[in-house]
């Protein structure tokens, strides 16, 4: 991977995207964030990407923002102080992800949301006039250490290779990403939102991915010896 000196005072907000209509929603919401003085924001749309980690790879080496925000072109931040909570999250150099929704211990599936401590919030808008406000517990502080988090929203301060050569389609990259994470010494949090949520998601209702047992078998063979399931 080419190597860059990475800049501190620039935030990347960067979309998979294969629809205009959701990708204009997202980025009208990003538009509107507050950037601290000082600081730029800039927007990459990935198209085509053959896969989820090869858009964000594509993307994340096209930028040198020191920090990057990877979310799907369906979540809109409605926390217009976003950048500011995430710059003072990061003050601490040893947290390497922040994410909105995730788990404490990943379980034996693998799967974040099978966990038995999750934490986060994320207002859903699945259907026309049906919102729910998906509460999990709140950190004590300001925010809480947690295994892996939900690829809706994921924030980084350092830049790792997404697992290209692993998770060729859509699944389990978000919490690939988490483990890679892990295994280099960086922490992953989840913030408090219990003033209010960061995100609303409008992920359309449909049944799982088959493919998703693909990529879950891909997963458990390569980190499950590292999963320490809460029972």
Request: glycine fraction near 6%; hydrophobic fraction near 30%; include cysteine.
């Given at each position: 991977m080419k190597k860059q000196s990475l800049d501190a005072k620039k935030i990347a907000f960067i979309t998979c995207v294969n629809?205009?209509?959701?990708?204009?929603?997202?980025?009208?919401?990003?538009?509107h964030l507050k950037i601290p003085a000082g600081m730029t924001a800039e927007f990459i749309d990935v198209r085509d990407a053959a896969s989820m980690t090869a858009g964000y790879n594509?993307?994340?080496?096209?930028?040198?923002?020191?920090?990057?925000?990877?979310?799907?072109?369906?979540?809109?931040?409605?926390?217009?102080?976003l950048v500011a909570d995430l710059l003072k999250i990061?003050?601490?150099?040893?947290?390497?992800?922040?994410?909105?929704?995730?788990?404490?211990?990943?379980?034996?599936?693998g799967v974040w949301w099978?966990?038995?401590?999750?934490?986060?919030?994320?207002?859903?808008?699945?259907?026309?006039e049906s919102v729910v406000d998906s509460e999990c517990n709140e950190p004590?502080?300001?925010?809480?250490e947690v295994e892996s988090v939900d690829g809706l929203f994921l924030a980084t301060q350092y830049d790792l290779p997404w697992r290209e050569d692993l998770f060729d389609g859509w699944h389990l990259y978000?919490?690939?990403?988490?483990?890679e994470m892990g295994r280099a010494g960086y922490k992953v949090v989840v913030p408090n939102q219990s003033k209010d949520f960061w995100c609303i998601h409008c992920?359309?209702?449909?049944?799982?991915?088959p493919k998703y047992r693909r990529y879950q078998k891909i997963f458990l063979r390569e980190y499950g010896a590292e999963l320490n399931p809460e029972v």
């Open positions: 629809s205009d209509w959701w990708y204009s929603e997202c980025r009208l919401y990003l538009e594509r993307a994340m080496k096209s930028s040198d923002a020191k920090y990057k925000i990877y979310l799907h072109q369906d979540t809109f931040v409605v926390n217009k102080n990061f003050a601490d150099e040893s947290i390497g992800v922040v994410g909105v929704i995730g788990c404490v211990n990943l379980p034996e599936t099978d966990g038995m401590r999750t934490y986060g919030r994320v207002l859903h808008a699945c259907e026309p004590d502080g300001d925010y809480q978000d919490t690939s990403l988490c483990k992920p359309k209702e449909k049944p799982l991915d």
